[in-house]
């Protein structure tokens, strides 16, 4: 009797560890099937496809490597990945640089007034659509707004042409990506900077350190991990820009703000080259994986050595 009693127990035991062990895989398990059938179906079907002549109408015809041969010598496409090259290469260190110093002026200030204010001054931005963050601004500069003009004039330039001209449209996008992206990583660089304990300073206060020793020093070392987490989800998003430069300028003057996914939005929906653009997506697809994997090894390694 005792020993079916034991038995009892230990299979109940038993079954109560494997609940406890499949339990956090249930609860998770409605994303997964989301993701597996949005993202993992998604990218097989474009895998299948990028070795196929496809225009989203038609039967897909076998084209083996040619799309992919076609990369090499097709200029367009150059074209895009060096704008979105050029934009990162703008945008990611003024968002890297500005966030930091905002965070940090912000962190002193942060019970008061101004500082809240400017911390939500700054945010909004963020929560505000890219396509509606682009109309509105292109009607800003391409409208007849007096005192819009009047403010640009003051330093020589003309409104209607930073948009329509191919030498300052995309220094143009770039400014407002940043300003509108901004927010997001200052509120990261934040919480970054408020979790550095307060003895370090003091400690360095009391041997006569300067604010910018205690910035240099102290700082900025200790942000390290928090800059390159931020240096990396900024590269991620700054390949990936599509709507505020497609409501902006659609890709205009010249393909002078044509980013790489807009590219693949123009040969699939506009050249009826689905097959082509998928061939590109799964080689960007690739590059953001290398990007997302040294990002990981690189935060791992700081995390260690702090």
Not at 31 to 55: D, E, P, Q, W
Not at 176 to 197: P, T
Not at 208 to 231: E, Q
Not at 272 to 290: D, E, H, P, Q, T
Request: hydrophobic share 50%; glycine share 8%.
């Amino acid at each position: 009797m005792k020993i079916e009693k034991k038995q009892k127990m230990q299979k109940l035991q038993k079954a109560q560890k494997i609940g406890r062990n499949v339990r956090p895989y249930a609860y998770i398990f409605p994303i997964l099937a989301i993701l597996f059938v949005f993202v993992g179906v998604s990218l097989i079907i474009g895998i299948r496809y990028s070795f196929t002549k496809y225009n989203l109408i038609g039967v897909p015809e076998w084209g083996g490597l040619y799309n992919y041969k076609k990369m090499l010598g097709d200029t367009k496409l150059h074209q895009a990945v060096k704008t979105t090259v050029i934009l990162i290469v703008f945008v990611v260190p003024a968002q890297i640089v500005l966030s930091t110093c905002f965070a940090t002026l912000i962190a002193k200030r942060r019970n008061t007034i101004l500082g809240k204010l400017a911390k939500a001054a700054i945010f909004i931005p963020v929560l505000s659509s890219s396509a509606v963050v682009g109309t509105v601004w292109k009607a800003i500069l391409n409208g007849n707004n007096q005192l819009v003009q009047k403010f640009f004039h003051l330093f020589g330039i003309e409104p209607n042409m930073l948009l329509g001209s191919s030498t300052t449209a995309l220094i143009t996008v770039a400014c407002i990506v940043v300003w509108k992206s901004m927010g997001y990583y200052m509120i990261l660089m934040l919480s970054s900077v408020l979790s550095i304990s307060d003895h370090y300073y003091e400690a360095a206060k009391m041997d006569g350190a300067n604010g910018f020793y205690l910035f240099t020093k102290i700082t900025l070392p200790m942000l390290k991990p928090a800059i390159i987490l931020n240096f990396f989800l900024a590269v991620a998003s700054g390949m990936q820009i599509f709507d505020l430069v497609y409501t902006m300028t659609g890709g205009g003057p010249s393909m002078s703000t044509t980013t790489l996914v807009m590219y693949l939005y123009d040969l699939t929906f506009k050249s009826g080259k689905a097959g082509y653009a998928m061939a590109i997506s799964n080689v960007f697809f690739l590059v953001v994986v290398g990007v997302m994997l040294l990002q990981r090894g690189l935060m791992k390694k700081e995390t260690s050595e702090l």
